[in-house]
């Protein structure tokens, strides 16, 4: 199914600029690079690059405001977070309009990034009361040992364009209420949607009363990163994007001792159990394989199913894809959008001719859509295929809608296929076997940093900390206790005696 005719360019730009103004952010027009839409493919508006000398500037304010805001009580700088949280339920439509604009969410996906944000505002404002340390107990008598938690710095945040706004508050809030200052480098593919957050932080610091740059947008292409991926005063890098991303950002932070925060690529599987609720399965696999168009990190990519059951449920995904509405994400019927770009869709065909060439067997879509209508836009048909063995190409992360099924016989062999990977990102697994869910979250199950029982690998909830193993990097995001990364430990000895104990019963003089 293809849905309606599409906006036109013209009706987007309207429709970009209004939510733009009433969020109180003008577009800034310039000539360095454009913003574009993937609903058309077509350029909006012409935008203005930070120049070195900008991004210098924007590096001297956020470490000069670090420095106050350091000193600012944590739960007084949970203020400015939860006026953050408040201006964006009230911008909520808004928001989601320029994510649907620039990155082709459907509607509800979109609104449900929003939702992300204002969560993790509200669980940033409960943890600027929570930001504790540990006592611990000393071996010498009149003592206290203590583990404080100070501010680190400049947080510099790399983001990426398939969840523009979420990962950007996931460490804004937090870095936030830790007391850390941000210099913020968005995709270069959704500079709208920067603009608007960055204009409703700046909007929320003047009301409560905070420095104006404990936050800094750069717009611009890599050289941007790269600056601040190489300059000292950015105490921690937060890079979200592919592995290939990290494998340049990791050592180049690493090379000056700064510290990183990684969340690179995944290749997230589910493997479905001879018990498994079907009905449940089949929903939870549409949407983690084909939701957002294949291109959340989390996106379901790999299914490994019984033997026993392959062929039943492989004749309801392949119904169900086939059922699929594909077109403007405007459209409240539509479920899968656009990918981001022409680019996108060479490497999804491109995969697939591989995979095709490997012995995969397509099973459902791998076509494109609405090529008359817009040329210049990437509509495409998720695609199920059936693999034998998990080659070289199933190994990758494409991202795009695209998901490999394979057989099993023995849980073993499924979690020794479900592990063969070199991401580790998110995983599930779908069954009634208590047992089997069980062993799959052990610690010879999933080697994941999600795992999951009953749900598919995507839309996971602020609260608990979000990351991967592996090739997905290590970081750890928003929930649980992923603010340390963002504070720097210090442990303290206090002699409340009027002796001098030595550790260790060293004794000196
Ligand atoms: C991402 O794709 O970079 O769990 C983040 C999810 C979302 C976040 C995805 N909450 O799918």
Sequence with gaps: MTSTALPTTADLRTRARTSLERIGAPVPEGTDFPARTPITGEELFGLTAATAAGTEDALRATREAFLIWRTTPAPRRGELVRRLGELLRDHKSDLADLITIE??????????????????????VGLSRQLYGRTIASERPGHRLAETWHPLGVVGVISAFNFPAAVWSWNTAVALVCGDTVLWKPSEL?????????????????????????????????????RLVDDPRVALVSATGSTRMGR????????????CLLELGGNNAAVVAPSADLDLAVQGIVFAAAGTAGQRCTTLRRLIVHRDIADTLVARLTAAYARLPIGDPFDEHTL?????????????????ARVQAQGGKVLAGGGRRLTDAAPRAAYAEPVLVRVD????????????????VLTYDTLDEAIALHNDVPQ????????????????????????????NVNIGTSGAEIGGAFGGEKETGGGRESGSDAWRAYMRPATNTINYSSTLALAQNVSFL
Excluded: W
């Excluded at 949607?193 to 890599?222: F, K, Q, T």
């Excluded at 959008?337 to 995969?351: F, R, T």
């Excluded at 063995?389 to 490999?404: G, H, I, K, N, S």
């Design 424 to 451: 580790g990102l998110s995983s599930s697994i779908f069954t009634r076997d208590q047992q089997e869910a069980e062993r799959f979250l052990s610690a010879e199950g999933s080697d994941c940093g999600i795992a």
């Design 248 to 259: 340049a950002v990791g050592p180049r932070v690493a090379a000056r001792f700064g510290r």
């Design 190 to 226: 959704t500079p709208l949607i920067s603009l608007a957050c960055d204009r409703l932080l700046a909007r929320a610091a003047e009301e409560v009363g905070a420095p104006r740059d404990v936050h800094r947008l750069l717009l611009g292409d890599r050289t941007v990163g790269e």
């Design 103 to 124: 990155a082709g969410k459907i509607r509800s996906e979109a609104l449900g990034e929003v939702q992300e944000m204002i969560d993790i505002c509200d669980f940033a």
């Design 389 to 404: 063995e998990q080659t070289d190409v199933v190994r990758e992360e494409t991202f795009a809608p695209l998901l490999y």
């Design 336 to 352: 899968v959008g656009p990918l981001i770009s022409l680019q996108a869709l060479d490497g999804m065909q491109d995969a697939l």
